[in-house]
């Protein structure tokens, strides 16, 4: 996934300067069970001190974030990041799923 190339882009945007790092499974679970407004739906964003994470991917047994400055972000803005990210992610499953797709209708033929 090109994250790098995402966060380069809301930093233009949003004039804050973002990192990109890996926390531990069982840290995000807990801010998000945390901060939680209903148990069962999943968290795209967590406050962890003066920052907000936003979750980017799942790798092995830690979670790829994207880190920034709580103070930096409006609400609309936090909410216009998740956004930026869930597209991201379903754009690109929906690419690998019509790879898939093309190579299955290739060996059928």
Not at 34 to 41: D, H, P, R, V, W
Not at 68 to 88: F, I, Q
Not at 89 to 99: A, D, P, V
């Amino acid at each position: 996934m090109d994250w790098e190339r995402v966060k380069e882009r809301l930093e233009a945007v949003l004039q804050s300067p973002m990192q990109i790092s890996l926390i531990p499974e069982a840290d995000w679970e807990h801010l998000a069970e945390e901060q939680a407004e209903n148990l069962e739906s999943f968290s795209r964003s967590v406050v962890r001190g003066q920052d907000v994470l936003f979750y980017l991917s799942k790798e092995h047994k830690d979670i790829r974030i994207l880190q920034v400055s709580k103070a930096k972000l409006t609400s609309s803005e936090r909410k216009l990041v998740e956004l930026t990210v869930e597209s991201k992610m379903t754009l690109e499953k929906n690419s690998g799923e019509s790879f898939y797709l093309k190579m299955n209708e290739r060996r059928t033929n």
